[in-house]
């Protein structure tokens, strides 16, 4: 079993940053491809970003790219997203999620991973 925790949401103004991180148990964090998804209020569930297991690969939904940055240090069993330029339509509830699969198979399908956090508040004001 893993257990996934995330922290680093809060409160910010349009155009600000935030950084995220999703602290894993468990001794196998190594092994799996890790993502991060949003939910916002009325909305479906919708990926952000992926990195595989050696953080070699990197996967970002079209409306993150350019501002979002996801990395992981598996050291710490944590996976990050530092997000910049944030916009009010980012304001979601944030999602940490871990795939035991190793790569990249098909990073934006929440059904393809198997572990979940509690998710953190993202609110960015316009």
């Known amino acids: 079993q893993v257990q996934l925790i995330e922290s680093g949401g809060g409160l910010v103004q349009a155009g600000g940053s935030l950084r995220l991180s999703c602290a894993a148990s468990?001794?196998?964090?190594?092994?799996?491809?890790m993502a991060w998804f949003r939910q916002a209020p009325g909305k479906e569930r919708e990926s952000v970003s992926a990195v595989n297991w050696s953080g070699s690969t990197k996967y970002y939904a079209g409306s993150v790219k350019g501002r979002f940055t996801i990395s992981r240090d598996n050291a710490k069993n944590t996976v990050y997203l530092q997000m910049n330029s944030l916009k009010p339509e980012d304001t979601a509830v944030y999602y940490c999620?871990?795939?035991?699969?190793?790569?990249?198979?098909?990073?934006?399908?929440?059904?393809?991973?198997?572990?979940w956090g509690q998710g953190t508040q993202v609110t960015v004001s316009s």
């Open positions: 468990g001794r196998t964090f190594n092994n799996y491809a």
């Open positions: 999620a871990a795939d035991r699969t190793c790569g990249l198979t098909n990073p934006s399908e929440p059904s393809e991973y198997d572990y």
